[in-house]
């Protein structure tokens, strides 16, 4: 290398170090970074494990049940203030129990403070209840409610097999869960705290929960399937309030 | 000193110091066609999701019109085949029956294929990209690669297309191995441009047409609980994407043991990729195996012929409203045909830019 270049190169490393010291002098001392929130899935059905395509287990009707497929959404996830009041954290998730990626989120930019408690639907409020409301993805057009059916998304689609009522036969279900009046709404009261850092929130859907209180639900004779049958959705709906727990 | 004049002076050293430093080099390997390859946009047409695609396959103008050579050009195989043979563009590039190791398997067509998260009637593939290297194999192409490199290199074209979407001047200088994944490269990326999206369901949904009276009556049997057809091929893209036994058969050999192949899990025996029913008018016969060799047939199937005891049927083929078939008259099912029918894309199957080139 000549000398000239030699030069000029020093030139600009003075240079670049110089742009380096006054872009720090020009930015405000940086505010403490705000707290995260990541909130984690887990199932079970009456504390036993989730385990695909297994006739293992049995709700409170005594249906002996294997689970097949469970994809939902989650929308309006929001915080609950002491006032009561919530603070609205993120718009929606899609969930699908069999791809673990999916099963947790992270919340940015939580202000310092405490909170009494978390809220959210189980589906799609319905603002966005709406075919192509929600963004245009694989995930979410697989969950599109058709339009001569009322248009919108599935809230769940929950599925799996049971032994019918004699006990010889493997028939299939489906509580697939839609439309505005279905939609579950789910309040957690437990105090969260943000103070800087990640804060981790782990929940566990209890499948079983689906099936009881306050209806006890009877594949054989409540139905196997929901879709288009208004009062079998207003049961499962009706029972999902606290399928979910915190802890 | 402001932020960007000072990025700006930087700039402008570096130009300065950067040609004399080249004039210090002694070599000039420079070649004559710099490697440039422009990036292909995918047209993404309305209505449709973002398509994935691999960072280690980009689109390229180059690559697509190589790997349009290629689809064509049998001097990949040593007895005549290329993949036009079995994929004909007339059939939304499927084509019947091929038979492999003494079981048919119907040929799937190509199309809307960036979308697809697996390929292949079980699923054994994952990356489209990969698909083609099966066909190296003595049961497709039989290839002998010395004689490929040899082809190719005498070529007129081949040579300089190779360089231009890949930077390979010399297809005798890499490994047959690399050859064979640089073919499959440049074919996927013609596959991945074969777009349909231009049906009559397309422009109904768009509010750009009306359906007949016979069409609409199918739609709604098709997208309600009536046929039950929308779970699985539903969405702008006819398919859900899910492995599902239809009830077809109550005992698996062979083939019909489906995804179960692939995964070695005894719960997905009888499990086959729900395929997008896009131009399912023109991709007779029908199912893995071809067995159905109408729509009728397909549709009867599915009102009257579900093995409901079939092991690992899927939920939604037990329904109540199913358990005695589909109940449907023989008035909803020529419907239903009606509107499968309104699925296919006559400007897919003529378009140009998918023809052999010339």
């Not at chain 1, 020093?10 to 240079?15: A, G, K, M, T």
């Not at chain 1, 049995?58 to 929308?75: E, I, P």
């Not at chain 2, 194999?137 to 690669?145: C, I, K, Q, V």
């Not at chain 2, 996927?188 to 009306?210: M, P, W």
Request: glycine share 6%.
């Amino acid at each position: 290398m000549k000398k000239n270049q030699l030069i000029a190169l020093l030139v600009f490393i003075v240079f670049f170090a110089s742009c380096k010291n006054e872009k720090a002098e020009e930015e405000p001392t940086p505010v403490p970074p705000a707290s995260s929130m990541t909130l984690k899935v887990s199932y079970e059905v009456d504390g036993i494990s989730l385990v695909y395509d297994s006739l293992m287990y049995s709700n409170a009707a005594g249906n002996n049940y294997s689970v097949y497929m469970l994809q939902y959404f989650l929308s309006q996830i929001s915080l609950i203030k002491s006032d009561s009041s919530k603070v609205l954290m993120k718009d929606y998730h899609y969930f699908d129990a069999t791809i673990a990626s999916t099963n947790q989120f992270t919340i940015e930019n939580i202000p310092e403070g405490g909170f009494i408690g978390v809220s959210f639907n189980i589906g799609i409020d319905p603002a966005h209840n709406i075919t192509g409301a929600l963004p245009n993805n694989t995930n979410n057009n697989n969950m599109e409610w058709p339009e001569p059916m009322g248009g919108g998304y599935h809230f769940m689609k929950f599925e799996g097999h049971f032994l019918n009522v004699t006990g010889d036969t493997l028939y299939g279900f489906n509580m697939h869960l839609g439309k505005n009046e279905n939609l579950v709404k789910v309040e957690i009261y437990a105090p969260v705290y943000f103070n800087h850092g990640n804060f981790i929130y782990n929940m566990t859907m209890n499948l079983n929960e689906w099936f009881k209180n306050p209806y006890t639900y009877n594949f054989n004779t409540d139905g196997n399937y929901t879709m288009a049958d208004s009062l079998a959705m207003h049961k499962i709906s009706s029972n999902g309030t606290d399928v979910f727990t915190h802890h | 000193m402001k932020k960007e004049l000072c990025y700006l002076a930087a700039a402008f050293f570096l130009v300065l110091i950067y040609p004399s430093c080249k004039k210090d080099n002694k070599t000039n390997e420079v070649p004559v066609v710099p490697y440039t390859p422009t990036p292909y946009q995918l047209k993404v047409p309305a209505g449709f999701p973002q398509p994935v695609l691999p960072d280690f396959n980009p689109l390229t103008e180059e690559g697509v019109r190589l790997g349009r050579m290629l689809f064509y050009d049998s001097i990949v195989s040593s007895n005549g085949l290329r993949c036009a043979s079995c994929h004909d563009a007339q059939k939304a590039f499927s084509k019947g029956i091929f038979v492999l190791g003494g079981e048919n398997i119907s040929v799937p067509p190509l199309e809307n294929l960036a979308w697809n998260p697996d390929f292949e009637w079980f699923g054994q593939v994952n990356a489209l990209d990969h698909v083609p290297i099966g066909d190296f194999t003595p049961d497709f192409f039989n290839p002998n690669m010395d004689t490929l490199v040899r082809r190719i290199k005498n070529h007129p074209q081949y040579p300089t297309l190779f360089y231009q979407a890949f930077n390979v001047s010399d297809v005798g200088a890499i490994t047959h191995d690399e050859l064979k994944y640089k073919i499959s490269y440049a074919i996927i990326q013609f596959v991945r441009t074969l777009i349909s999206s231009n049906s009559k369901y397309d422009r109904f949904v768009k509010h750009q047409v009306i359906l007949t009276p016979e069409e609409m009556d199918g739609y709604i049997t098709y997208y309600t609980e009536k046929g039950d057809c929308f779970h699985c091929h539903g969405s702008i893209l006819l398919t859900s994407n899910t492995y599902n036994n239809t009830g077809l058969d109550t005992v698996f050999t062979g083939q019909n043991q489906g995804r179960y192949l692939v995964t070695g899990n005894p719960n997905d025996i009888g499990r086959f990729s729900a395929p997008s029913l896009r131009n399912i008018e023109l991709t007779a016969p029908y199912m893995h195996d071809g067995r159905f060799q109408t729509l009728d047939d397909v549709v009867e199937f599915y009102n009257s012929g579900v093995h409901l005891n079939s092991l690992n049927i899927d939920p939604l083929m037990t329904k109540p409203a199913k358990l005695n078939g589909l109940q449907l008259t023989v008035q909803d099912k020529a419907n239903l045909i009606a509107f499968l029918k309104t699925l296919t894309d006559t400007s897919f199957i003529n378009n140009p830019d998918f023809l052999p080139p010339h």
